[in-house]
């Protein structure tokens, strides 16, 4: 599995969120980008780096994405604690 917040592959199943429980956690202010210790994925680093977009921004656009998106999600270990 892979995690849908930070891409970290892992072996066991994971932590599954109800896509509902997941934009509840949003609307309530969670921020990856704020997690300490939240590595980005290599591709968006890349993009970041391309298009120079701050932090910020890129918190926005994922936000954005998020709240569009209509699956469960799967998170690692160290991502599900801060939901
Ligand atoms: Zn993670």
């Excluded at 109800?18 to 680093?45: C, D, H, R, W």
């Amino acid at each position: 599995m892979k995690c849908d917040i930070c891409s970290t592959v892992f072996s066991d199943a994971g932590h599954r969120i109800g896509n509902s429980e997941f934009k509840t956690a949003i609307s309530g202010g969670f921020n990856p980008y704020e997690v300490a210790g939240f590595q980005l994925p290599k591709s968006m680093l890349a993009m970041q780096v391309a298009m120079g977009m701050s932090k910020s921004e890129l918190a926005v656009g994922w936000r954005t994405r998020a709240l569009q998106d209509t699956t469960d999600w799967v998170l690692c270990d160290a991502c599900h604690p801060n939901i």
